[in-house]
């Protein structure tokens, strides 16, 4: 199926093409069209609402600026997306519950959306815009190279002849396993992760309140999500040691870990509706996020631990920071475009390198080092720290805002007067704000 406004013919060259039509691809192809660019949007499922469904949908306030440019928010709050007003994390010393200043405007908040909900939504919107021809139903085999650069790609679909599809740029939006990341051989490094992964959607109330995402911090980890439709997304993410119990039965495993969370969810007064979901190795994953020719968004050039509920807000914002990036360039000749790819590859570094850097080391399941400790105790004490943690989790600031020495020593103190007051060894578990 081919839809569009523009009479492109089949194949006169694109400005872009893009391969993948989730949330990067869909995102960089509204961008691109708007911005006057003939793109071709291919897509492997058939269907226009098609959806991921390996996915616990957090979605960052980082994220937020994107998705109401394009169109998203009010359509969101229509569906009866929630927003994500209220977080709580536990930790050994207790719960951290970033609030706003007292007078100040609410913490910024992102959306909790299931990707059955988000995806199709955020496809018609690409699908509907003119300058934007979507191809679904349609694979990415093969690269077309001439003279060491990349300008096509080869496509298949059932029932039809493959086909090259040439442009000006080709766009990697198709996921972690990416194939055009493969077919244009960029190099890519992947580290281990030690943590697995399983939810499950649960109707009723089985939350202390409904309003809240929750998040268990530790070695092993756990959360919970309202999400739209009514239900809560409930997920864990033990580490490895646990993995037999799971292979061997899933159900009680899964049951029995999310029942020992303190103040955790009570399954008992809900009723599951899905199945239990999960991957049992999930390596990290970054690549060169650009060579001559091409660029890499969303998963494809970076897949982090979805422990962190990050990976959609980046698909948006890479997709942005590429277009920013290359947008005035697509009819300017191979070398500006390759240019506008060298500025992506340098946004995408220094917006997501550190991060990523520190993501791994703690995928590797090592207990929190001293400054994490000093940091999250603090949270939990303090109000300013908490807030502080709350923004960077958003991802609304880098690491070394995060880690600034003025903060690592105001925890310090915090959590001096705490030990002086006596405070020390009370249960984490028994305060429940
Ligand atoms: C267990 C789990 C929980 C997660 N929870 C969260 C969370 O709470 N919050 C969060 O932000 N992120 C989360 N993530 C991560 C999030 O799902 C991804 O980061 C996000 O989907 C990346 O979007 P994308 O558009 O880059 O890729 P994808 O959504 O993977 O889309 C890739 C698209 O490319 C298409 N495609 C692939 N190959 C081809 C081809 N050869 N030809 C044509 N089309 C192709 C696919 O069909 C698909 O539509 C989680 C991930 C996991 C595994």
Same mark, same amino acid.
């Given at each position: 199926?081919?839809?569009?406004?523009?009479?492109?013919?089949?194949?006169?060259?694109?400005?872009?093409?893009?391969?993948?039509?989730?949330?990067?691809?869909?995102?960089?192809?509204?961008?691109?069209?708007?911005?006057?660019?003939?793109?071709?949007?291919?897509?492997?499922?058939?269907?226009?609402?098609?959806?991921?469904?390996?996915?616990?949908?957090?979605?960052?306030?980082?994220?937020?600026?994107?998705?109401?440019?394009?169109?998203?928010?009010?359509?969101?709050?229509?569906?009866?997306?929630?927003?994500?007003?209220?977080?709580?994390?536990?930790?050994?010393?207790?719960?951290?519950?970033?609030?706003?200043?007292?007078?100040?405007?609410?913490?910024?908040?992102?959306?909790?959306?299931?990707?059955?909900?988000?995806?199709?939504?955020?496809?018609?919107?690409?699908?509907?815009?003119?300058?934007?021809?979507?191809?679904?139903?349609?694979?990415?085999?093969?690269?077309?190279?001439?003279?060491?650069?990349?300008?096509?790609?080869?496509?298949?679909?059932?029932?039809?002849?493959?086909?090259?599809?040439?442009?000006?740029?080709?766009?990697?939006?198709?996921?972690?396993?990416?194939?055009?990341?493969?077919?244009?051989?960029?190099?890519?490094?992947?580290?281990?992760?030690?943590?697995?992964?399983?939810?499950?959607?649960?109707?009723?109330?089985?939350?202390?309140?409904?309003?809240?995402?929750?998040?268990?911090?530790?070695?092993?980890?756990?959360?919970?999500?309202?999400?739209?439709?009514?239900?809560?997304?409930?997920?864990?993410?033990?580490?490895?040691?646990?993995?037999?119990?799971?292979?061997?039965?899933?159900?009680?495993?899964?049951?029995?870990?999310?029942?020992?969370?303190?103040?955790?969810?009570?399954?008992?007064?809900?009723?599951?509706?899905?199945?239990?979901?999960?991957?049992?190795?999930?390596?990290?994953?970054?690549?060169?996020? +650009?060579?001559?020719?091409?660029?890499? /968004?969303?998963?494809?050039? #970076?897949?982090?631990?979805?422990?962190?509920? %990050? =990976? &959609? $807000?980046?698909?948006?914002?890479?997709?942005?920071?590429?277009?920013?990036?290359?947008?005035?360039?697509?009819?300017?000749?191979?070398?500006?475009?390759?240019?506008?790819?060298?500025?992506?590859?340098?946004?995408?570094?220094?917006?997501?390198?550190?991060?990523?850097?520190?993501?791994?080391?703690?995928?590797?399941?090592?207990?929190?080092?001293?400054?994490?400790?000093?940091?999250? +105790?603090?949270?939990?004490?303090?109000? /300013?720290?908490?807030?502080? #943690?709350?923004?960077?989790?958003?991802?609304? %600031? =880098? &690491? $070394?805002?995060?880690?600034?020495?003025?903060?690592?020593?105001?925890?310090?103190?915090?959590?001096?007067?705490?030990?002086?007051?006596?405070?020390?060894?009370?249960?984490?578990?028994?305060?429940?704000?």
């Amino acid at each position: 199926m081919t839809t569009g406004n523009t009479p492109t013919t089949p194949d006169a060259p694109y400005d872009v093409v893009i391969c993948g039509g989730s949330v990067a691809g869909c995102t960089a192809a509204i961008l691109y069209a708007r911005a006057g660019a003939r793109v071709a949007l291919i897509e492997r499922h058939k269907k226009p609402d098609a959806y991921k469904v390996l996915c616990n949908h957090y979605i960052q306030p980082s994220a937020l600026p994107i998705m109401e440019e394009l169109g998203l928010l009010p359509l969101l709050d229509e569906a009866g997306a929630p927003k994500t007003l209220s977080v709580a994390w536990w930790t050994r010393w207790g719960w951290i519950r970033p609030e706003s200043e007292h007078g100040s405007s609410p913490l910024p908040y992102g959306y909790n959306v299931r990707r059955e909900t988000l995806d199709p939504m955020l496809r018609k919107i690409a699908m509907e815009t003119p300058g934007v021809d979507t191809m679904l139903g349609a694979t990415v085999t093969g690269v077309v190279r001439e003279n060491g650069r990349i300008v096509g790609v080869r496509v298949r679909r059932a029932g039809v002849e493959e086909r090259e599809i040439r442009a000006a740029l080709v766009v990697g939006a198709d996921g972690r396993n990416s194939s055009v990341a493969k077919f244009a051989e960029l190099a890519e490094k992947s580290v281990k992760n030690n943590r697995f992964s399983f939810f499950a959607y649960y109707r009723g109330d089985v939350l202390p309140k409904s309003d809240v995402s929750y998040i268990w911090f530790g070695k092993d980890m756990a959360y919970a999500n309202p999400t739209d439709d009514g239900l809560t997304a409930i997920a864990c993410a033990p580490g490895k040691s646990h993995l037999p119990a799971f292979r061997d039965d899933l159900e009680s495993a899964y049951t029995k870990y999310i029942g020992r969370l303190p103040n955790g969810p009570d399954l008992a007064k809900g009723e599951r509706v899905s199945k239990i979901i999960g991957t049992t190795d999930y390596p990290l994953i970054t690549r060169e996020s +650009a060579g001559p020719g091409v660029a890499l /968004v969303g998963d494809a050039g #970076l897949c982090s631990d979805p422990i962190w509920g %990050i =990976g &959609v $807000g980046w698909a948006f914002q890479s997709a942005t920071w590429l277009v920013e990036a290359t947008k005035d360039t697509l009819t300017a000749g191979a070398d500006e475009v390759d240019r506008g790819l060298s500025a992506y590859r340098r946004t995408r570094r220094a917006r997501l390198r550190a991060q990523q850097f520190l993501i791994s080391d703690y995928a590797t399941g090592r207990p929190m080092n001293a400054i994490e400790r000093q940091l999250f +105790a603090a949270a939990t004490r303090d109000e /300013v720290t908490a807030r502080h #943690l709350h923004t960077y989790a958003s991802r609304l %600031i =880098g &690491v $070394g805002e995060f880690l600034a020495p003025k903060v690592i020593a105001r925890a310090g103190v915090v959590n001096l007067r705490h030990r002086l007051r006596g405070d020390i060894g009370r249960s984490a578990a028994g305060r429940v704000w």
